[in-house]
């Protein structure tokens, strides 16, 4: 019964922003670890940002300095502020959870996370 819908992409030119929005229903963001994956054709699906009950968050690599990832109780929607974007940050984007999670030191694999939503294009041109 848990849906997670995505929605915030688009198409937008290097060194511009996007905000991705994810909204849940039955089901509270607040109550697990949420996650943002990208994933290209062709690609494995990379893990971009993930935050937990607590407020604690991990970004990937490529991504730190450049993205925040944040989540509004009130509207129970999990959101990944975009910045400074480059043509490598193009991808399908995906937002997921697992209950009863904790963020450690290192960004958790896809494989981790039990729910999916259906994922929102970003396209960045050069």
């Known amino acids: 019964q848990v849906r997670l819908v995505e929605s915030g992409g688009g198409s937008v030119q290097s060194g511009g922003s996007l905000r991705l929005s994810c909204t849940a229903s039955d089901y509270t963001v607040s109550s697990a670890c949420m996650g943002w994956f990208r994933q290209a054709p062709g690609k494995e699906r990379t893990g971009i940002a993930v935050i937990d009950r607590g407020g604690r968050t991990l970004y990937g690599d490529s991504v730190k300095g450049r993205f925040a990832i944040s989540q509004d109780n009130t509207a129970n929607t999990l959101y990944l502020q975009m910045n400074s974007l480059k043509p490598e940050d193009t991808g399908m984007y995906y937002c997921?959870?697992?209950?009863?999670?904790?963020?450690?030191?290192?960004?958790?694999?896809?494989?981790?996370?039990?729910?999916w939503g259906r994922g929102t294009q970003v396209t960045v041109s050069s």
């Open positions: 997921a959870t697992r209950p009863s999670c904790v963020v450690g030191s290192r960004l958790p694999s896809h494989r981790f996370f039990t729910y």
